[in-house]
């Protein structure tokens, strides 16, 4: 595949943001890592090489990003107000400088995909823009960020908590999710099977059509099944 690096000073983040983009035509697919991951985590995973021959042949380009979440929701050193404050940043930095840097050159219609902590960046980013991003992969997620925030919450930690925001989101923004294609998907017996059945099962409760596996007898949260995934569900 033809493979790109590069980066750039965030002014949201007011750091520089390192990149790797794969391939120059087709569909965009938006990579997260997994938690604290960086962005070279999919291709050392094999998903972006499981997509190699889609790449070449025009029909995808990938683009794998970095993650703060050693600086935000991960980051006990600081209040969870600022852990909050910080992904809002990170939020900025994809909506205001990745997507478009994406959509210049590809002309949108992008995939979010990503497993684990990537998941709840995918599904988290579908939420926020619909229409922009027409399909969120998610695979093993988590989507509520509860967990990070020792009991304290706010606006913020609401409006990044795909689970809590689309259960209140209005007939519009509910109208608006059904432009995204929704796939979840993971082992029977990962420990977050329970937070991945609750988010499939309340997006159809919306009316937000969804496709969910739930694969029988095995974990699922981890590179091999994510990577034998990928190719069917893009």
């Known amino acids: 595949m033809k493979r790109e690096y590069g980066s750039w000073h965030s002014p949201a983040l007011g750091r520089s943001m390192e990149y790797l ?7 965009p697919v938006l990579f997260f890592p997994t938690s604290m991951g960086r962005f ?16 070449d042949a025009g029909h995808l380009q990938l683009v794998c990003v970095d993650s703060v979440d050693a600086e935000s929701w991960y980051d006990t050193s600081v209040h ?15 909506r205001e400088e990745m997507v478009p840097r994406i959509c210049d050159r590809s002309g949108g219609n992008i995939v979010v ?19 922009t991003v027409t399909k969120a992969i998610l695979f093993s997620g988590l989507y509520h960020v ?7 919450w706010d606006d913020l930690c609401y409006f990044h908590s795909p689970q809590a925001a689309i259960a209140n989101m209005d007939d519009a923004w509910i109208q608006r ?14 420990t977050l099977i329970a937070e991945n059945r609750a988010f499939a099962e309340l997006l159809w409760r919306k009316g937000i059509p969804a496709h969910a596996e ?7 949260h981890d590179w091999p099944f994510w990577r034998d995934s990928i190719r069917r569900f893009i």
């Not at 509860?146 to 304290?152: F, S």
């Not at 999710?177 to 990962?190: K, N, Q, S, Y």
């Open 21 to 27: 983009w794969f391939g120059d035509r087709g569909r």
């Open 146 to 152: 509860g967990r990070y925030l020792d009991g304290y």
């Open 113 to 131: 995909c990503g497993a684990s902590f990537g998941a709840y960046h995918a599904a988290n980013l579908a939420a926020r823009i619909p229409g």
């Open 80 to 94: 969870p107000r600022d852990r909050a404050r910080r992904h809002d940043q990170y939020d900025r930095y994809l």
């Open 214 to 220: 739930f694969w029988p007898g095995v974990f699922g």
């Open 40 to 55: 070279f985590q999919n291709e050392d995973g094999g998903l972006t090489g499981a997509l190699a021959d889609k790449v």
């Open 177 to 190: 999710l059904r432009m995204v294609e929704w796939i979840v998907a993971t082992g029977e017996h990962d």
